[in-house]
């Protein structure tokens, strides 16, 4: 079964830190991943995925396939920035209708 | 420009009480998703829909069923409402190109006392 694995909850951080938000998965097909953010009393939007290798608000995030990580990164964090962060992975076999799995999500804090 | 559009946006229950939990969408998606949301838990899939008449279940669906007689709209029922299914509830959608990700609605937060 997949699994996506977000080990921390809480990531608290100064403004003009460098950011890393954890994400692991496991998936016997070739994955595709994605990171959606949530700001307070917000729905959840897309920032990035995987495959268009584009950098969102300052973020990036690179698809490790021998340590099974999707890891996303910042050099220098903004108050703005502050919000819950979910990794997800697509089911791409066939018959899966893409369904998304999400991990249980890590709020980043960026403090001033 | 709506996107994805849910209604209530808040609703209080009393246990045993049923609703149904409004979703429509106007960008002509074939797939649409409904996912609890927990904290601590992330998100959770419920029931899913590849296109009108179609639907299945996702990972968590008792207690809820769902329906999908249009394009536009996937409503979510709960029958019998108990306390465990306090939670945040959201519906999205996406074409059938998954890659382009999931279009999220605002989200129904629901409380069972």
């Known amino acids: 079964a997949q699994r996506v694995t977000q080990p921390e909850k809480l990531l608290s951080v100064f403004k003009g830190a460098p950011v890393e938000l954890k994400c692991n998965y496991s998936?016997?097909?070739?994955?595709?991943l994605f990171w959606y953010v949530q700001y307070s009393r917000q729905r959840l939007q897309l920032l990035l995925r995987h495959i268009s290798r584009e950098s969102i608000k300052g973020f990036t995030a690179d698809l490790n396939k021998g340590e099974t990580s999707f890891h996303l990164k910042k050099p220098f964090a903004q108050e703005e920035d502050s919000a819950m962060y979910y990794c997800?992975?697509?089911?791409?076999?066939?018959?899966?209708?893409?369904?998304?799995?999400f991990g249980k999500g890590i709020t980043l804090s960026v403090r001033p | 420009n709506a996107g994805v559009t849910q209604t209530p946006k808040f609703r209080i229950l009393k246990i045993g009480q049923s609703m149904t939990l409004q979703c429509t969408q106007d960008?002509?998606?074939?797939?649409m998703y409904w996912y609890r949301q927990d904290p601590g838990m992330g998100l959770k899939l419920i029931y899913y829909s590849v296109g009108a008449g179609i639907t299945d279940k996702g990972e968590v669906p008792n207690g809820y069923n769902v329906s999908r007689s249009t394009t536009e709209d996937f409503p979510l029922r709960l029958e019998l409402a108990a306390p465990s299914q306090t939670s945040v509830y959201f519906c999205?959608?996406?074409?059938?190109?998954?890659?382009?990700?999931?279009?999220f609605g605002s989200g129904t937060r629901l409380t069972v006392v």
């Open positions: 998936y016997s097909g070739s994955p595709e």
């Open positions: 960008m002509n998606h074939n797939y």
């Open positions: 999205a959608s996406s074409s059938s190109a998954q890659s382009y990700g999931y279009t």
């Open positions: 997800a992975l697509s089911d791409t076999r066939p018959g899966a209708n893409s369904k998304l799995t």
